[in-house]
């Protein structure tokens, strides 16, 4: 730190410069700092005179960083979302709360998650949980949240468990299944539960499945309806394990085929080695990875056709 108050005028200087980069302006950076416009530039222009170097090349068109100007920006960025975490864990600390952020699909959240909350309130009655709720395809930073289930690659500034491969199969409602197999559905009634935006393509679902021709289709762009839809009967969906597997051991969804395909990508639990590795957020990743084990015994031995196991295996050599 002595050092660095020799290598800056001021950390407002530093600030200042921060919140110009990430704002997208200084009139932004302004409004956010409770300043004017003019005294950003001038902390800003302040900083690159005592570094010897232009950091921002402003314009007419908008202003954009010079190489040393992301090398900086970079840094602190770092540096800050590691303080702002601390404060926030002192906050936490001094309240007494026990909360973790988790960053997570609301298809995962709603049919995974929901269903076994109570037994997650009776084994970790002292964890409030708080949710970053991903709408569509599971992605993104999880600078901002203690833990995040991403199918990503992720660098060594993030610490990654693994939880399981990505795995697909058919499924519908055990009703449905078995009103196929006796015949008492027409064929004009059978339905295909698509997700609009999917990948992969969901137009080979139904040689996916091995056995149905397809009446109709239903398509949504939220897979949580999709999931419900197959639930409430209406068709055969395309599952993803990590959020189906609960209707799997429970007999509420069943495999529509024997059919499974691993897509060579990991579902993952991450999480942002800047941010304090709090015993709460551990006890919820530990919790989270017992219970996909868990389930994943159980839907091997309700469905060994499936050959599950094996298949995992294999999967987690190759990761």
Not at 63 to 92: C, K, P, Y
Not at 112 to 126: A, E, I, S
Not at 277 to 306: F, G, M, N, Q
């Amino acid at each position: 730190m002595p050092s660095l108050r020799r290598l800056v005028p001021s950390m407002n200087t530093l600030l200042a410069f921060e919140a110009a980069v990430r704002c997208g302006s200084f009139a932004k950076a302004a409004t956010e700092l409770s300043v004017t416009p003019p005294a950003v530039s001038r902390m800003i222009g302040r900083l690159e005179d005592h570094l010897g170097t232009r950091l921002i090349h402003r314009s007419a068109t908008g202003n954009t960083l010079s190489e040393n100007g992301t090398i900086l920006f970079d840094g602190i960025s770092q540096s800050f979302r590691g303080i702002e975490a601390a404060l926030e864990e002192i906050a936490r600390r001094q309240s007494g709360s026990q909360s973790v952020t988790l960053s997570v699909s609301t298809a995962f959240t709603t049919h995974w998650l929901m269903p076994r909350f109570n037994r997650f309130q009776q084994d970790l009655p002292h964890v409030d949980l708080r949710f970053q709720l991903v709408p569509g395809a599971l992605g993104g930073a999880v600078d901002e949240v203690d833990l995040g289930m991403r199918f990503d690659a992720f660098g060594a500034d993030h610490e990654v468990l693994f939880l399981a491969p990505e795995v697909l199969l058919p499924i519908c409602s055990a009703a449905y299944r078995d009103q196929l197999r006796d015949g008492r559905l027409p064929t004009d009634s059978e339905a295909i539960i698509n997700l609009s935006s999917a990948q992969p393509d969901w137009s080979n679902l139904v040689d996916f499945t091995g056995a149905f021709q397809t009446g109709h289709s239903l398509a949504f762009s939220d897979y949580t309806i999709v999931v419900q839809a197959a639930l409430l009967g209406q068709g055969i969906a395309l599952g993803w394990l990590s959020v189906v597997a609960h209707w799997l051991c429970v007999d509420a969804l069943v495999p529509a085929s024997a059919k499974m395909r691993i897509t060579g990508r990991s579902c993952q639990l991450v999480r942002a080695r800047d941010r304090p590795a709090r015993p709460a957020v551990t006890a919820v990743r530990d919790w989270i990875a017992a219970e996909v084990s868990h389930e994943l015994a159980t839907i091997d031995a309700k469905y060994p056709e499936l050959h599950l196991a094996g298949a995992l295996r294999a999967a987690r050599v190759r990761n």
